[in-house]
């Protein structure tokens, strides 16, 4: 079982920087593969980035390229996601995802633990 806990979100105006935060738990966190999704009003939840465990691979949607960045402290089983000139458009709920399978996912169905999220929101 591995918890995970998103921090980091608000309120932010066009064109700032965040970083959020997810703090894992549970049986050997650092082993997963983490990942990134995002959830906008009224829309799907979607693929944000990926990290393997070892953060030495990355995998990005064509959306998030050049403005969102994953990393990892293993040592505090802590995942980021950075996210420079933001837009109206991330407005979103973002969530961290655990994932066993593979050393890239980019599908929600390869992540078997979520945490609830996290609300960020862009003003223009």
């Known amino acids: 079982q591995v918890r995970l806990v998103e921090s980091g979100g608000g309120l932010v105006q066009a064109g700032g920087s965040m970083r959020l935060s997810c703090a894992a738990s549970?049986?050997?966190?650092?082993?997963?593969?983490m990942g990134w999704f995002r959830q906008p009003p009224g829309k799907e939840r979607e693929f944000v980035g990926t990290?393997?465990?070892?953060?030495?691979?990355?995998q990005y949607a064509d959306s998030a390229k050049g403005r969102f960045t994953i990393s990892r402290d293993n040592a505090k089983n802590t995942v980021y996601l950075q996210i420079d000139s933001l837009k109206p458009e991330d407005t979103a709920v973002y969530y961290c995802a655990a994932s066993g399978i593979t050393a890239i996912a980019t599908m929600k169905s390869q992540y078997a633990y979520w945490g609830r999220g996290t609300q960020v929101t862009v003003s223009s």
């Open positions: 990290i393997n465990w070892t953060g030495t691979i990355t």
């Open positions: 549970g049986r050997t966190a650092s082993d997963y593969t």
